[in-house]
């Protein structure tokens, strides 16, 4: 039965209508998961196989299983003594944790074994195990990259049983798959209730409602974010710190603004979910914090004069020592017709909306401005108006 809960207020589609992230989908093995008509992912239950694919990749943790809690899993496995993670022990599927999960998990452990035994020839390998294969190998360079002397180790732990005996708890194993079953005869007609529900073919859509939108304004960062953060301070900063290129890094990047094309019209830090773009009181500045950046590319879909770069670098010093950097700064004065502020960009004295009232009164006047006198245009009989 599925168990896959989706949560719409921390869907970065909910942010803006622009928003192209198709991570859910592009993951889901059994391709259940379509975007709708109402922009949001929508996916069949009877379908889905709770892999968790979905989960690893959401830039915003949009995505949970009732069964399986990410973050649960890295504070309880971080205590254990067994280095392993396996779909037969401890996770749904390895793609239930994200890459920055991995990351965290491989500085707090001693040792970390990821078991891809189990991958080939599993029904749902196709994109599953690929992707398991690309975040060990982003999570191995990063940490390569940042000096530490940790690395995940890929085991194919099917072809190693005494592998297993040696690095599996069978208690572990044990407690696991009792969770993910039915604990006694008094939770049989609950579960069952659940399976009836879980097992319908109609398609599972969501929307957006009061409650949700007040969700949406308050903005956070994922806890995979926090874990990750929590877990490279212990780590302590490197001796040297290094720079890796923007594509080798896939949940956080660094910005510039194009500020030539740029209308300070406030959108990409009023979508952003996590609050990594902001401005100052005056919103005559952009600033940008990386460590509160999903790289969910929100702002970059709704920046209608595509003015939001990536930088083609990124910094790792950025990970030990958040920095809050100004992307651009804007005149903002008060319009000399209706008082409000609003941005000058070419020394413009009343604001847009005044503009465009003035146009609408020339043309229905039928006037015309030249050289600070306001006159009826040529041709008519009537008077000039000094």
């Known amino acids: 039965m599925s168990t896959l809960i989706f949560n719409p207020s921390e869907c970065v589609r ?5 928003s192209d992230c198709t991570k859910c989908v592009d993951i889901c093995p059994v391709d259940t998961l379509k975007i709708s008509d109402n922009n949001l992912p929508a996916y069949t239950p009877s379908v889905c196989v709770d892999c968790g ?7 915003s943790e949009s995505f949970k299983l009732k069964d399986f809690d990410a973050t649960e899993f890295f504070f309880g496995f971080a205590t254990e003594a067994s280095p392993l993670i396996s779909c037969r022990v401890n996770v749904p599927c390895v793609m239930a944790l994200s890459t920055e999960h991995l990351i965290a998990l491989a ?5 970390l074994i990821v078991d891809i035994g189990h991958c080939r020839g599993c029904p749902y390998e196709d994109p599953l195990y690929v992707n398991i294969l690309k975040s060990v190998e982003e999570a191995n360079h990063l940490l390569e990259a940042i000096g530490s002397d940790k690395t995940i180790e890929l085991k194919d ?3 190693q049983e005494q592998g297993v005996q040696e690095s599996v ?3 572990d194993r044990r407690a696991f798959l009792e969770r993910l079953s039915i604990k006694g005869a008094i939770q049989v007609k609950a579960q069952f209730e659940a399976t009836l529900e879980s097992v319908s073919d109609e398609i599972k859509e969501f929307d957006i409602g009061l409650a949700e939108i007040a969700k949406i304004r308050k903005k956070d960062i994922p806890d995979k974010r926090k874990i990750l953060f929590a877990a490279l301070k212990r780590a302590g900063k490197p001796e040297t710190y290094h720079v890796v290129a923007e594509g080798d890094l896939s949940f956080a990047s660094q910005k510039f603004i194009d500020q030539d094309t740029c209308t300070n019209c406030q959108m990409c830090y009023r979508i952003c979910p996590t609050g990594a773009l902001s401005p100052d009181a005056k919103n005559s500045k952009i600033y940008f914090d990386t460590m509160l950046c ?3 590319k929100a702002c970059h879909d709704t920046c209608e004069p595509d003015s939001i770069k990536l930088q083609p670098t990124f910094e790792l010093k950025e990970f030990f020592e958040p920095n809050q950097r100004l992307l651009a700064s804007f005149k903002v004065i008060r319009c000399d017709e209706c008082g409000i502020h609003f941005t000058s960009l070419n020394g413009e004295r009343i604001c847009s909306r005044c503009s465009v009232e003035e146009e609408e009164v020339y043309d229905l006047w039928n006037l015309e401005e030249e050289s600070g006198i306001v006159a009826f245009k040529k041709g008519d009989d009537k008077e000039e108006i000094l």
């Open 53 to 59: 694919g979905c989960m690893g990749v959401c830039p």
């Open 157 to 159: 732990i099917a072809a």
């Open 107 to 111: 500085l707090v452990k001693e040792k």
């Open 14 to 18: 909910s942010v803006t209508k622009f």
């Open 294 to 296: 999903i790289k969910c």
């Open 169 to 171: 708890d069978q208690n």
